[in-house]
């Protein structure tokens, strides 16, 4: 192999620690080969995050992999926290969907006990958004992460300024089990340099979820530097810019394939080194009003009916922060008593990590938002979408991933507001 091992990574490579660790080895060898890696590194962020939450009843290699790897004993060397279950009583669901979601996710019960046994950090360690504060799997900057899951990889290389490859499931597991990753892309300082500018030149606050959405959809998997942010986000990540950059980074992710983007005069890494991490040569895109406006308005709907009534409404992907969900009652409570009405219009599932979920269950907005008919979650609408049954139903979300993986019809913040409050048809 041409890989360059240190001792201790050699001898895992050739046994010491038994055939599970050094087929776990020998995968994430070939996988950093593939990718033209010379060497591996340490992890050093605290935690891990899997991205495959769900028991699917057809996932049997996977699960027979897992009872191998817990048997020979081959266990992360760090705790982790995993993308959202699929399942929830409490979302709306018909008796043909539920009694389809048990069968679907027939061996749910038997992943989660595979997860705990590999170190899953407890039973409410389920959220895409693992760095909210709420949850604590906040990684430093600078910590070398085995993550997978898109909208958490954007956000720990961009906001937090840590470096994680978007590698794959399965794969950040091997990563957290052999305590190194192979060294190549996002790790490395070349790798994190931008290849394009995008300027941004709107009017007004550009929605995040399609400003997200546009720069990914130009960009693709490249790294863009973005210019015209601060002007509407201040130079702090305070919580309001943290949020916006997650639904933002989240778009991007999902819409094109951006692992990381730095924002100038704004994100950690853009502050400290300026200008020096534009590539030369770097490609120029311009987003002023009119192209926002093109983006959105290339978004297919691919209901049957495109004039069907929506009969379900997702808010949270990824997961809501404490401040959207108390920011989103109030203004749910505003628009109601606009439109005149005490109950919404729409069933609305608003979705948030268990911590913070549990969190915002202890303020009086949720009692609010509950008599409003609304439901707080920690699912995946992702998990909860994909299917024949819910993929025909008209439903509606102001999230732009749930959009590209589902037959999610997309609504801007206040359009949904409007929609749910039955302000608007
Ligand atoms: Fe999170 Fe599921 Fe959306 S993992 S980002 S809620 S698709």
Not at 113 to 126: A, H, M, P
Not at 197 to 225: F, H, N, R, Y
Not at 328 to 338: G, S
């Amino acid at each position: 192999m041409a890989m360059k091992l240190t001792e201790s990574q050699a001898a895992l490579l050739e046994g010491e620690k038994g055939a599970a660790f050094a087929k776990v080895m020998k995968t994430l060898v070939m996988y950093g080969e593939a990718f033209g890696a010379e060497k591996m590194v340490p992890i050093t962020g605290g935690q891990g995050h899997l991205v495959t939450s769900f028991g699917l009843g057809v996932m049997k290699p996977v699960f027979s992999l897992l009872d191998g790897i817990i048997r020979e004993g081959a266990l992360p060397g760090q705790k982790f926290t995993v993308d959202p279950r699929p399942l929830d009583p409490d979302v709306p669901a018909n008796f043909l969907q539920k009694l389809f979601f048990k069968i679907m996710y027939s061996k749910q019960e038997y992943y989660e006990g595979q997860l705990r046994k590999l170190g899953l950090v407890n039973d409410d360690g389920f959220t895409c958004t693992c760095y909210m504060n709420e949850v604590g799997n906040v990684p430093k900057k600078g910590d070398i992460l085995s993550w997978a899951e898109s909208s958490a990889v954007v956000y720990a290389n961009s906001v937090l300024g840590a470096r994680c490859n978007r590698n794959s499931g399965i794969i950040e597991l091997f990563g957290s089990i052999a305590g190194c990753v192979p060294y190549f892309g996002l790790l490395t300082d070349e790798g994190r340099k931008a290849a394009w500018v995008v300027e941004i030149k709107t009017s007004g606050k550009p929605e995040a979820q399609v400003l997200g959405s546009a720069i990914g959809m130009k960009v693709m998997e490249d790294v863009p530097w973005i210019r015209g942010l601060d002007a509407w986000l201040g130079t702090t990540l305070d919580a309001a810019a943290r949020d916006y950059l997650k639904d933002m980074g989240a778009a991007a992710a999902s819409n094109g394939a951006v692992g990381l983007y730095h924002g100038e005069n704004l994100t950690p890494e853009a502050k400290e080194q300026g200008s020096a991490l534009i590539s030369p040569g770097a490609k120029t895109y311009v987003i002023d009003d009119a192209e926002l406006e093109r983006v959105r308005a290339g978004y297919p709907c691919i209901w049957k009916d495109p004039a069907a009534e929506p009969k379900l409404c997702f808010v949270g992907c990824p997961h809501l922060s404490l401040n959207q969900m108390q920011s989103w009652t109030a203004a749910l409570l505003e628009a109601l008593k606009t439109a005149g009405r005490t109950r919404l219009a729409i069933p609305t599932v608003f979705t948030a990590a268990p911590a913070v979920a549990a969190e915002f269950r202890q303020s009086p907005a949720a009692e609010a938002l509950k008599k409003a008919g609304a439901v707080v979650s920690s699912i995946c609408p992702l998990m909860y979408m994909n299917n024949p049954l819910c993929g025909t139903m008209p439903v509606i979300t102001n999230s732009n991933k749930l959009r590209t993986y589902t037959s999610s019809r997309y609504y801007r913040d206040d359009e949904i507001l409007k929609k749910i409050a039955g302000a608007v048809k």
